[in-house]
């Protein structure tokens, strides 16, 4: 199998991940209680009579059949075409112009910093020089990824700001002011990916071409780096991956306790108003860049597995 088959077949199963989140989000919005439109447009201060109600449903498209809607927004969707918010009134790319930057910028420095913390916790703990050392280290990951996203930033702000007097909470500088969402949204993520290569790490070391290097005299550091971070690190590119859908959702409630305006603060006023429309982009665009992200990863095994870049003929 070469190369370009690999991508079309992976490029493949992305499109029809992207396509079932949006479907399976367009039925669970339907299925909700109640009429968005109704609820909004039949308020007595507003003065609509029936007709004028119909007229706006008609303009929003809710008097279609189901399928009718559904086709709709995916043909929407695919042109880039979000549809109208309901409460703002306004496109909702609008909105998303405006909430998707913070929020990708949050979760780009997360998701790095995370990676960064993995790599560097598990060095740490293959160079330690005393057992309890190392196996507090070992541990550390353990205590991390049971602790909750909401409850680590409140315990930062707390520290860092208030005890410390490091950080402001009060009007921060731009980059100031992401230092302590980063650090709340890394860590949780940090700690199940330097679990995996911890233990990959030790597996790696006992394979025969590590004991080579040994005999020959390779130093540990040169050992790890040269040797074993390429093939312990395969199975962490996959599980970080996989927990950029978590980072997403982390980054959410990490924004509703610094107080950061991004999706997560369109994502609680869309919900409490029932706008359909914003909700569904934000489903979107959370599984496209979960999607994507996968996809990249994916791409990058061959950089990493000689097997399977022989196997391509990369």
Known sequence: ???????????????????AAFTASFVLLQLLPGDALLIK??????????????????AYGADQPV???????LTGFV???????????VPVS??????????????????????????????????????WLRGALYA???????????????????????????IPVINPGKWQGLVLPTLTLAIPIAAPLAQILLRNVDEVLTQPFVAVARAKGAPRLWLLLRHVAGNAALPMLTMAGVLF?????????????FGLNGLGSLTQQAVGNQDSAVLQ??????????????????????LFDPRLRNRLGV
């Open 140 to 166: 550390l990951p353990s205590v991390f990824v049971s602790v909750p996203v909401f409850w680590l930033g409140i315990v930062l702000i707390q520290l860092v700001s208030f005890r410390l007097g490091w």
């Open 67 to 73: 399928w009718q809607q559904y086709w709709h927004s």
């Open 94 to 131: 609008q909105g998303l112009a405006t909430s998707l930057p913070p929020t990708l910028r949050l979760a780009g420095l997360g998701f790095a910093l995370a990676l960064v913390l993995a790599l560097v916790l598990a060095l740490l703990a293959q160079l330690a020089p005393w057992r």
């Open 281 to 302: 982009a934000v489903v979107v665009i959370s599984a496209t860049a979960f999607v994507l992200i996968n996809l990249v990863v994916d791409l990058l095994y061959p």
């Open 79 to 89: 042109s880039g075409n979000f549809g109208y918010s309901l409460q703002a009134g």
């Open 245 to 257: 859908g978590e980072l997403l959702g982390g980054a959410v409630v990490t924004e509703a306790v």
């Open 1 to 19: 199998m070469s190369f370009y088959p690999y991508l079309a077949r992976r490029s493949a199963q992305a499109l029809l991940v992207l396509w």
């Open 41 to 58: 447009f039949l308020s007595p201060d507003l003065g609509l009579g029936p007709q004028e109600v119909a007229d706006i449903r008609a």
